[in-house]
């Protein structure tokens, strides 16, 4: 049989299937497991047996229970397990993206170009300049604020980030 795409909506539901029960890296856990708070059950590996298939086969209710609520306990564990690789997975993303930042350091009377703002319509279009100044850096606080003024010392109303100016080489 030769798949193509007007067999879309017989595949999806296998394509569901694998989405929602493959592990997921930011978790560790699969969709699944974190939506029902138990790992799916296909009919191949079926660990715990139907209630019809316990009365056949004579397993008491304590010992029935007893194999629920280890069963459950485990979920419990998975889920804080899920947890705790999400918090690593996120320092791990937050300490891959820092080693690519390059800290800028700005110094009073510095020459900068600010990048202007796109909200800002300019009927150039793509031949709009990108930073506009220069200007001078009157004061740099330590967390990346700055304060500019223009080159004849009118400070501009409020403080910019460093994110969003570069030095300028006269």
Known sequence: MTVSYKDSHEILPFALHGYRTSVRTLTGATPFSLVYEMEVVLPFEVEIPSLRILAESGLKESEWAQERFDQLNLIEG???AAMSHGCLYQRWVKNAFDK???????????????????????????????????????????????????????????????????RYYA
């Open 78 to 80: 998975k889920y804080l």
């Open 100 to 166: 690519k930042v390059r800290s800028r350091r700005f110094s009073e009377e510095d020459l900068v170009l600010k990048k202007v703002s796109q909200a800002l319509k300019d009927n150039r279009g793509k031949w709009a300049p990108n930073y506009k100044g220069p200007f001078i850096v009157k004061k740099a606080f330590s967390r990346g604020a700055l304060v500019l003024t223009n080159m004849d010392d009118k400070e501009l109303p409020s403080p910019v980030n460093s994110d969003v100016v570069k």
